[in-house]
């Protein structure tokens, strides 16, 4: 149906405006995503935990607008959609999904959609423009249907978690070859640091777990990432003139820190994860609303001696967590343990490491709203119920 469809394509082209406007972050996704609840929601779909996320979700993010007396009325309605979507997108998606269906073709779909672009965009940058506000300048990687080359790399790897949820991580030829399409293009074509610092952390993770598992038969799971992962990684330092390259040299020579410190957008995202957590616990969780971070961020600044030097002075945390944490307080807290609760229906080794990767990864440069991240919690929570219709079509 035609809104199914919407939501789907909405939620996984969060920035794409289509020349209708020229905002960084679209509300398709919300707007879609209610509209479809409120023609076919059904009770049954949301659990206590679930609803109880909605409800505290809403709360929170009121509050959180009513004490931001300096902010304006674009970034007072931003924030509310972006919050609230991460609600509507994952329970419309449920309910979908239960009703279809996992729509696999039309995800794959879109992510081929996405490499298209960014292949254009190496042709033509200016082809792409119009389609969504891009951030970047001419020595970074390309951003296809995103802002910027490090949401394009964040979309990449969700969007491949995406894929492999839609079997239950049952490897097939398609869902191969598309994350190894999707991982190549990350690193030649997005070229983004905090991308491949990401992809880092996912083998890690995914590696723990293996090994905790200690069975044969997942050999093949690690051998697969592990061929993708050295494939890539051969192909960007023979890629002498990429950014990330000289980032891998400079690994060779210096320590981690030291990267952090010298990389203008590792610095800054870092920072924007430390000053929020740092700023959260300043204010002892109290709310700190939608217009006092670049405040926050000014007055601890100081306390790190220089280490934190790249990055203006506005209010928007490039953090999902820290997003939560500052701005919502306690309050977001309490939000993130009832949709922890709400996808620990299945509690087992498997999901503990699912969140604990999750929760990881959305503590960098990921946007509130970032809808394909709702689409993977959808997922969690659907696989804990047998009876739903999670197979792929």
């Given at each position: ?125 200016r082809i792409v423009s119009f389609i969504s506000a891009q951030r970047t ?257």
């Open positions: 149906m035609m809104v199914s469809f919407l939501v789907v394509f909405s939620s996984l082209t969060p920035w794409a405006s289509w020349g209708l406007n020229r905002f960084d972050s679209q509300p398709w996704p919300f707007i879609s995503s209610s509209l479809y609840i409120i023609l076919f929601y059904r009770p049954r779909v949301l659990s206590g935990a679930l609803l109880g996320f909605g409800l505290l979700l809403l709360f929170s993010v009121i509050m959180a607008v009513l004490i931001s007396s300096d902010a304006t009325m674009f970034l007072r309605l931003r924030s509310i959609v972006g919050y609230m979507s991460i609600f509507t997108v994952m329970t419309a998606f449920i309910e979908i999904v239960r009703r279809s269906g996992f729509p696999l073709k039309q995800i794959v779909f879109v992510n081929l959609l996405w490499l298209l672009v960014a292949l254009v965009e190496l042709v033509n940058p300048t001419l020595d970074r990687g390309v951003t296809s249907l995103a802002a910027e080359p490090t949401f394009f790399a964040v979309f990449l790897i969700f969007v491949s978690w995406l894929l492999l949820l839609s079997n239950n991580y049952k490897w097939t030829w398609l869902v191969s070859i598309m994350i190894f399409l999707n991982a190549s293009a990350l690193v030649l074509l997005s070229q983004s640091s905090m991308g491949f610092l990401y992809l880092m952390v996912v083998c890690c993770v995914v590696g723990l777990y293996q090994i905790s598992r200690l069975r044969v038969s997942t050999l093949r799971w690690g051998f697969s990432l592990v061929l993708i992962i050295s494939v890539v990684a051969v192909i960007a330092i023979g890629a002498e003139s990429s950014r990330l390259s000289r980032l891998l040299s400079l690994s060779q020579t210096v320590s981690p820190i030291e990267i952090i410190r010298s990389d203008a957008s590792i610095n800054d995202r870092v920072g924007h994860v430390v000053f929020s957590i740092h700023g959260a616990l300043d204010n002892y969780l109290l709310p700190g609303g939608l217009d006092s971070f670049g405040e926050k961020r000014a007055d601890l600044i100081m306390a790190y001696e220089g280490f934190f030097w790249y990055g203006g002075t506005g209010d928007k945390i490039m953090s999902w967590l820290g997003s939560f944490i500052y701005e919502l307080g306690l309050l977001g807290v309490f939000a993130l343990y009832f949709l922890y609760r709400s996808m620990m229906v299945r509690c087992d080794k498997l999901r503990r490491y699912e969140l604990f990767l999750m929760f990881t990864l959305l503590l960098g440069a990921i946007p509130i709203a970032f809808s394909v991240v709702p689409l993977c919690f959808a997922c969690f929570v659907l696989s804990a119920y047998p009876n739903a219709k999670v197979s792929s079509n």
